[in-house]
C-alpha cells in the first residue's frame, strides 16, 4: 500500500518568507508526528496528532511554527519568518495507535536563504 | 532527562564481518524501542521493535536486537554484513507520555570490500 508521502521534496525559500509543507499519512493511521532532522544528527520531536487535535506540541521551537490536522488525515506544517536555522529536513510520519511503530516519509528539504 | 544514547558514531567494518550497534536509553523512557535505517537521500525505515515479549527480536535484512533491561541496552546486531548495508542506523524509543518517539545520534555502518 501507499506509504506516507511528503510534498514539496525540497523547499528553497528566502529568510522572513512563508512556507507551508504538506504530510500525507498512511490511510487509516490515526496518529501523525511532525520531526525535524538537521545534518548528522537523530531527528528531533515537533509535534504530535491524535486525530484532529495536537495533542503534543511541545517540541515547537517557537511561535513561528504551527501545525494543523483539519480532517484528521493530511497535515501542514506552516513556518513564518522562515530563519536560516530553520534549514533542515523535516520529516513526517504515521502510526496505527500510540506507542506504535511510526512510518515515516522521504521528508521536505528546506533550505533558508 | 529522557534520552536515547548511540555509543559509537562511526562502524567501520569489511563485508562479511559480525558488527553490533550499541544504543542505551534512560530509565525515563518508555521501553518501546526500535531501530532504523536511513539510506542515503531517503527517509527513515524501520529495522525492528521491541514493544514486548521475547528479549530478542528479529528484523529485517537480517538484524536482530536484544532487549537488556538490567543494562538499559538495546543493541543491534548481524552476523554477516553486507556492502548494502553501508547506511545510518537510529535507535528511538517512546517518551513516558507515549507522543514522540526519542532519538540517538544515529551510527554510521560502513561496510567495505
Known amino acids: 500500500g501507499a506509504g506516507v508521502s511528503q510534498t514539496p521534496s525540497n523547499k528553497v525559500t528566502e529568510k522572513g518568507k512563508y512556507v507551508e509543507l504538506r504530510c500525507d499519512p498512511i490511510s487509516g493511521h490515526t496518529a501523525l508526528y511532525w520531526y525535524r532532522q538537521s545534518l548528522g544528527q537523530g531527528p528531533e520531536f515537533l509535534i504530535y496528532?491524535?486525530?484532529?487535535?495536537?495533542?503534543?506540541d511541545s517540541g515547537l521551537p517557537n511561535d513561528r511554527f504551527f501545525a494543523v490536522r483539519p480532517e484528521g488525515s493530511v497535515s501542514t506544517l506552516k513556518i513564518q519568518r522562515t530563519e536560516r536555522g530553520d534549514s533542515a529536513v523535516y520529516l513526517c510520519?504515521?502510526?496505527?495507535?500510540?506507542?506504535?511503530?511510526?512510518?515515516f516519509g522521504p521528508g521536505t528539504r528546506l533550505t533558508v536563504t | 532527562a529522557q534520552s536515547v544514547t548511540q555509543l559509537d558514531s562511526q562502524v567501520p567494518v569489511f563485508e562479511e564481518a559480525p558488527v553490533e550497534l550499541r544504543c542505551n536509553y534512560s530509565s525515563s523512557v518508555s521501553v518501546y524501542l526500535f531501530w532504523y535505517v536511513q539510506y542515503p537521500n531517503q527517509g527513515l525505515q524501520l529495522l525492528l521493535k521491541?514493544?514486548?515479549?521475547?528479549?530478542l527480536v528479529k528484523g529485517i535484512n537480517g538484524f536482530e536486537a536484544e532487549f537488556n533491561k538490567s543494562q538499559t541496552s538495546f543493541h543491534l546486531r548481524k552476523p554477516s554484513v553486507h556492502i548494502s548495508d553501508t547506511a545510518e542506523y537510529f535507535c528511538a524509543a517512546y517518551n513516558q507520555a507515549g507522543t514522540a518517539l526519542i532519538f540517538g545520534k544515529g551510527t554510521t555502518l560502513s561496510v567495505s570490500s
Open positions: 510520519a504515521s502510526s496505527l495507535t500510540v506507542r506504535a511503530e511510526q512510518y
Open positions: 496528532f491524535q486525530g484532529t487535535g495536537a495533542a503534543d
Open positions: 521491541y514493544l514486548s515479549g521475547s528479549t
